[in-house]
């Protein structure tokens, strides 16, 4: 659009302190041409955002890479390394968490995450609303200013000029040559006061922001951040000039503000109730899962290693319900406890059978055992003279059946033992049950050096004295037939607490390391020949610890070559 020019345009000036609030009141012409203006930018639409720079901080570096910088950013860096470290040591792996742990820590992050997001989204979205409210304010702003057949800032000191749209604003008309405007004017209305000029900085703000096309921000000196919006001027279809109106974004912000409080308490608050009411639900919902845990525990406590076992332990009916992934794992782990117990009683009644069958056998062996025996012994006192060959073959028969029926006598033992048969109780003097069995070992094989180490005072226990004395004897026969003749054998007692403790030592080669953790079994040898040296059966130590066990105690070994030691404990009386 265009009008007539006058020779005389713009000739009359007004000062910019000058400039009145005629808000909504027509421009005096003052002999001034008609202007026109253009609603289309000179340069593509866009949106500009000017930030001034901030000078640095007193007592700083200005430069990143200085040296007082890089000292404090390496102690702080060192600092939080320390920190980190020292966290990761105190927090257990998130393998380690329990399962309710990991489900309610689970339930928060995903609400903090979708929380956050939200809110995120909603100060997003009354951002943009908000800032489209002020850019409508402006547009409407612009036409209601632009619409008279011109503008003028005013030229009398009681003409308060044009005000900025709404109670706060401000208008301002910026030259693109110094030949049609000689200078940048301006006003700003902050509330209800009146309107003011702006300085000559704040004009230069706004001259040097390059102000086209769609509204943008703008930082100014003493008034804050604005909402800027600029049309060009057109004189005769010639630009003259750039008309500004801008509104502060301080309420904007403001909103803005209270907005991320009230989500960050909103979320805040929801990460508190979803932790009270997550752990609940988790807890109630994993009641069930715990009593499964709680039956298991229970189960792995019962000794099911011997004996008749009565597995009566099961889940309860209520969480073995298939359509639950409890109730499933509670129904499999019944299903499991019925087999283990069937399994359990099978072998005890397997284990049953054998001790009767050894039982049996070793009892019924004794008299034919006892026959050859007599038979043997009954040969040599023939009157006739025997064949030497017959002589020597009757000897070992006896022989062997002595060392047979040793056998037998050893297996009836262990049956009796296995199948719970009580012993007898009676107080029993360890002290000299030790010198009697010593006495014994000495007179078997004086070739070894047999040292005893007795306390002062006698010690007595509660047990089977003569299976007592079995049980030493047993131990200072390991070591007279596994030993070379010179070796020293120390038997000592010792009380200990609770416990009395019979220790047989030898420093002789000791037991290998391979044999050691069968060392107590039935038939154990170490060896792989099956000749038993010194009719020895290899139940011996077998029947110190079926012994040992039968009185409440255990035996314990601890061989290294030089150095073997097999103990005895019994509790004390």
């Known amino acids: 659009m265009s009008s007539s020019r006058p020779s005389d345009a713009f000739v009359d000036r007004p000062d910019p302190a000058d400039l009145p609030d005629a808000d909504g009141a027509p421009a005096p012409d003052l002999g001034a041409p008609e202007v026109g203006f253009t609603d289309e930018p000179d340069e593509p639409d866009d949106t500009r955002t000017y930030a001034v720079p901030l000078a640095p901080a007193a007592g700083f570096p200005s430069e990143p890479g200085s040296a007082a910088g890089e000292e404090s950013a390496e102690g702080e860096q060192r600092s939080l390394r320390e920190r980190l470290a020292d966290v990761q040591e105190r927090v257990r792996p998130w393998s380690a968490w329990t399962l309710r742990a990991k489900l309610v820590a689970s339930m928060l992050a995903l609400f903090a995450v979708i929380g956050m997001a939200t809110g995120t989204f909603t100060v997003l979205a009354l951002s943009r609303q908000l800032t489209s409210q002020v850019d409508d304010q402006l547009r409407t702003s612009m036409t209601r200013q632009l619409s008279g057949p011109g503008v003028d800032f005013g030229t009398r000191q009681d003409d308060h000029g044009p005000r900025g749209p709404g109670d706060e604003g401000l208008v301002a008309l910026l030259p693109t040559s110094t030949k049609t405007i000689p200078q940048a004017l301006g006003r700003v209305s902050t509330g209800a006061q009146q309107p003011v000029p702006l300085t000559a900085t704040q004009l230069g703000e706004l001259q040097s922001a390059g102000l086209r096309g769609d509204a943008a921000n703008i930082e100014i000196t003493g008034l804050g951040t604005y909402r800027v919006l600029a049309r060009t001027v057109v004189i005769d279809s010639v630009p003259v000039g750039v008309f500004v109106v801008g509104l502060p974004m301080d309420p904007t912000e403001r909103t803005i503000g209270q907005m991320v409080v009230v989500a960050a308490m909103t979320v805040g608050a929801g990460i508190i109730l979803v932790a009270l009411l997550g752990t609940w639900l988790v807890r109630r919902n994993l009641e069930p899962l715990r009593r499964v845990a709680a039956t298991a525990t229970k189960v792995s406590r019962m000794p099911l290693d011997s004996g008749a076992v009565a597995l009566a332990e099961r889940v309860d009916a209520a969480d073995t319900d ?132 007795l306390p002062p005072e006698p010690v007595e226990v509660r047990g089977d004295a003569a299976r ?62 099956r000749v038993r040296a010194g009719g020895s059966t290899g139940l011996g130590l077998s029947i110190v610890a079926a012994v040992s066990k039968a009185h409440g105690g255990r035996v314990e070994l601890d061989s290294q070559p030089g150095d073997t030691t097999f103990s005895l404990l019994l509790p004390a009386t």
């Open 468 to 529: 007592l004395h079995q049980v030493v004897a047993n131990l200072l026969g390991n070591a007279r037939t596994h030993t070379p003749d010179g070796t020293r054998v120390t038997t000592s007692v010792r009380p200990e607490g609770d416990w009395v403790r019979v220790a047989v030592h030898d420093d002789g080669p000791g037991v290998p390391d391979t044999l050691q953790p069968n060392v107590f079994e039935r038939f154990a040898r170490g060896d792989d020949a």
């Open 322 to 453: 298939t359509r639950t992934e409890v109730g499933q794992v509670g129904a499999a782990f019944n299903e499991m406890l019925d087999h283990v117990d069937e399994a359990l009683n099978s072998r005890h009644q397997s284990e049953q059978r054998v001790r009767q069958f050894v039982a049996d056998a070793s009892h019924e062996l004794r008299t034919p055992l006892a026959s050859i025996k007599g038979y043997a012994e009954l040969s040599r006192r023939e009157p006739d003279a025997v064949p030497q060959t017959v002589t020597h073959a009757m000897g070992r028969i006896e022989s062997e059946a002595n060392r047979m029926s040793s056998l037998v006598e050893d297996l009836l033992l262990l049956a009796r033992l296995d199948a719970g048969r009580p012993l007898e109780e009676a107080p029993v003097d360890v002290s000299m049950l030790v010198i009697n069995a010593v006495s014994d070992a000495h007179a078997a094989s004086p070739g070894h050096r047999w040292d005893l180490d």
